[in-house]
């Protein structure tokens, strides 16, 4: 096994998932002198069944709806002992966790301006439960809330912009990233952790449960989200909208977004229906033309 | 040093003394004033305190949760909804076994939204785990609030406290307060030293996940904790009143030696139940008073020796369980339920939302417990002071 | 076992009690002659399973915790781990 590893094997995420990827990855740019606070959710279940843990860093769960919350909590405790220094804090959750019961701590955390780098591992539902749709479950994707049907074309409304929303609070940085590109996952990480103030990553990480794709192409199918346009990699700092540029400009010409969709049991009810192919085609590309990507 | 102090200031005031290193709270009535302080204090200097200006009470307590996982003494105040709202995390702050120490303004619980005294709101909170001391005076407050860490910290305890004091009543009415000088506070109150810290030189996972075969055991551990504690309450409070001249004890009896109806209180309302009892006393009827100072954990041993040969208990509750009766009531019966020698034991709600306690209503209680003595009444749950009329 | 104050685990990593080898239908096997010691399985690995210590003895999959994914197999650029099946 990787002993170098932060996060251990004897984890009990399914096989190929996204988020565990994303996890390792975090942990491998962030390196040891990091403390992690994490939300109720798919990799906090995995990796602390009792009396085990997978993690080796310091780390602590609390409840769901306050990752941000608890890692304020730390960061003002290290001030207050002059010990804040040499240590990273990072909040992680879910995109349950995050856009949804999270937010408002999110809010408040970024707000308030905290060293806390709060890492997104977003796979489009809640997963951990069963997955049941969130805010950030795209539009026309089958969870067990949004179940296609008769009169019902699967989730119904558009993702949340999350990370967009994040932006407007003017962090030290924000930034969208894929398991797909590891690297400029990882070097945003970096960027991140060598700023002072709140930063947020939303990094995608496919969910082989929950998609309805086979584990293999967990990775891949996080390449394609960004080859496609589905999903833009972009990044920001200091608060200041002109230095928001894109990281990884998909190939010229685009992929067209159903071959993002038709390898995921997730879309499969889309496939027979060009009408609601041809609208995401064009949400994917009128938020391209506004990342500037062709 | 002597200062006049309203409730809220004389816990921050604690919490100065105490060297509290991270307080994240939001205000709500009540209890703001604590929060006010407390940030003037950081603002002039005069506290080396983070002051973490939290969005809402769930986020404070949450914040309160990773700063004392991270080794540091915290404290916060809320009131009311505001507890309510912290609900999920009390639980947890408790099972993980972190010793922060909390004022809490006594406040009603919606609906209808009532921003006076009650006791509805840490009443609700009985099961989560947490000590719960009661002041009846802005004293009591301030030195509840500073044994509290001390208690909560004790390793054999390791489990967070609140203390309450009666909204407005307390927390906004002036009263002469000693405040005790910094350097007694230090030779009493040591730095907190954690068992486990968030440490990245030592990795630990703290709140791991449970399952069937074991949540029994963990429960079963926190409850020995809470059983651990009136011993250490005691020591705490008897090494208190050596360095500080002032006496406390889990509950407080006054004249129920000889008494036949011993009245039950919690609070500020005590003071009146006292100027009752002494009324009554010279009427020539036989009443005391059991003041509870520490509900959680609740002093069996105490209830069953100062009530043991009482003819009549009367429990006053600022709160009710709705669907049966005040809270208070049950446990005082549990502790003579199966016993041979036992009191009738009544029950009255009183005092809720800030509806003022007067002496004649506990004149009028005593004549209701002692009517329902003489006709043998079991069962009696009355409410003192309502207003028929606007029924 | 014994139950921790706070449920906290004092031992980092202690999750490799847990072998989950056994979770797997498909093995991947590495070419060590067409693997050119990028290290991408490495770290892309969910599991943290595949290990390199010197580029010599390149890289090798502790199979007591591989849950055949098959994610190194379909990422490696030289095609260089195949997925085989398991043996029962």
Known sequence: MNEESLFAPGHTACAGCGAAIALRLLLAAAGKNTIVTQATGCMEVVSTGYPNTAWKVPYIHVAFENAAAVASGIDAALKAKGMRAGKNIIAIGGDGGTYDIGFQALSGMLERGHDVLYVCYDNEAYMNTGIQRSSSTPYGASTTTSPPGKFSIGEDTVKKPLAEIVAAHRPSYVATASVGYYMDFQNKVKKALSKKGPSFILVYAPCPTGWRTPSEKSVEIAKLAVDTGYLILWEMENGDRNTLKVTKMPPKPRKPVIEFLKVQGRFRHLIDKPDEVKRIQEFVDAECRRYGIE | ?????????????????????????????????????????????????????????????????????????????????????????????????????????????????????????????????????????????????????????????????????????????????????????????????????????????????????????????????????????????????????RKYSRVVPYMVEDADIVFVAIGSMCGTVREAVKEMRAEGKKVGLLKITTLRPFPKDLIKKYLANAKVVAVFERNISLGFGGAVYPEISAVFVNAGQRPKIYDFIIGLGGRDILVSDIKQTYDIAMKAYADGKDDVIEWIGIKKEML | MKVNTGATVTEPGSSVKNKTGGWRNMRPVTDLARCKRCGICVILCPDAVISMKNKEEGPRTDYDYCKGCGICANECPFKAISMVAEEK
């Open chain 2, 1 to 245: 040093m002597k200062m006049v102090l309203r409730g809220n200031m004389a816990t921050a005031y604690a919490a100065k003394l105490a060297r509290v290193e991270v307080i994240p709270a939001y205000p709500i009535t009540p209890s703001t004033l604590f929060p006010e302080k407390i940030s003037e204090f950081v603002a002039n200097g005069e506290m080396n305190c983070q002051f973490v200006k939290c969005e809402s009470e769930h986020s404070a307590i949450s914040a309160c949760v990773g700063a004392s996982a991270t080794g540091a003494r915290v404290a916060t105040a809320t009131s009311s909804q505001g507890l309510a709202l912290m609900h999920e995390i009390l639980f947890i702050a408790a099972g993980m076994r972190l010793p922060i120490v909390m004022a809490v303004g006594n406040r009603a619980l919606s609906a209808p939204i009532n921003i006076w005294c009650d006791h509805q709101d840490t009443i609700a909170e009985r099961d989560s785990g947490w000590l719960q001391f009661y002041a009846e005076k802005n004293q009591e407050a301030l030195d509840l609030m500073l044994m509290a860490f001390r208690i909560s910290e004790n390793q054999n305890v390791l489990l967070p406290s609140m203390v309450g004091m009666d909204a407005f009543v307390l927390t906004h009415t002036m009263e002469v307060v000693e405040v005790p000088d910094q350097k007694d506070v230090d030779e009493f109150l040591p730095p907190y030293k954690p068992l486990y810290t968030l440490d990245v030189n030592n990795p630990m996972t703290f709140g791991a996940f449970s399952s069937p075969d074991n949540y029994m055991e963990f429960r079963y551990a926190t409850q020995k904790a809470m059983e651990n504690a009136p011993a250490v309450i005691d020591e705490v409070f008897a090494a208190f009143e050596k360095k500080f001249g």
